[in-house]
């Protein structure tokens, strides 16, 4: 009898756990058969997991349904290698990322320290061009893979689509080590990096 009551209590505890965190909205589901009728259609098969596509992409969507998450691509068009492949994917995620901020950035910096007397621009670009490479350094080891598709061009070849999430924090965080880093190269780049880390923190 005292087993049964405990079987009963657990259920019920299981039975009043909120779903909705762990469930797409019916446009969601929507758009997710759209989009994975689309990849079937135009040859993707999922790489590098057990999972379906569908089910891969339904968990990614359940994954972006946070605030906090950030939806990075990367491709790679073409290559015989499949281990080349990620790789190539990989680095198109980290200079996607690293562009997605990168005239708003810029813009922004530039147009405040101008009137600065200390502001060269030519030496602006290359703390900036410092910058971003630093960036796609740091956000590396941020990127979480999701998902990968694969198909077959039928010329020997492959190509290759890789989602990844990185957290805003953890992104946050990754910038601020790549103006770190930057900054170490001159005088002039820890003025600059100090434009920079404002504007992030505003």
Do not use: C
């Not at 600065?116 to 979480?144: H, M, N, P, W």
């Amino acid at each position: 009898m005292k087993k049964i009551i405990m079987f009963l209590m657990a259920a019920f505890m299981l039975s009043v756990i909120p779903a909705t965190a762990q469930e797409l909205s019916k446009s969601e589901k929507k758009s997710m058969k759209a989009k994975v009728k689309e990849y079937k259609k135009q040859g993707w098969q999922i790489f590098g997991s057990t999972n379906t596509i569908d089910l891969a992409l339904e968990k990614h969507m359940i994954k972006m349904q946070s605030e906090d998450a950030i939806e990075v691509p990367g491709t790679a068009s073409s290559f015989k290698s499949k281990n080349v492949g990620k790789q190539m994917a990989l680095n198109s995620a980290m200079t996607y990322y690293a562009s997605m901020m990168d005239s708003e950035i810029k813009g922004k910096v530039v147009s405040d320290m101008q009137g600065d007397g200390e502001f060269s621009e030519t030496e602006f670009e290359k703390f900036y061009a410092a910058f971003k490479r630093s960036v796609q350094t740091t956000i590396k080891d941020e990127l979480k893979e999701s998902f990968s598709i694969i198909r077959d061009k039928g010329n020997g070849t492959y190509e290759m689509q890789s989602f990844y999430i990185v957290d805003k924090k953890a992104a946050s965080k990754a910038r601020m080590r790549a103006i770190e880093q930057a900054a170490k190269e001159s005088v002039a780049a820890q003025i600059y990096a100090k434009g920079i880390e404002k504007y992030l923190n505003e």
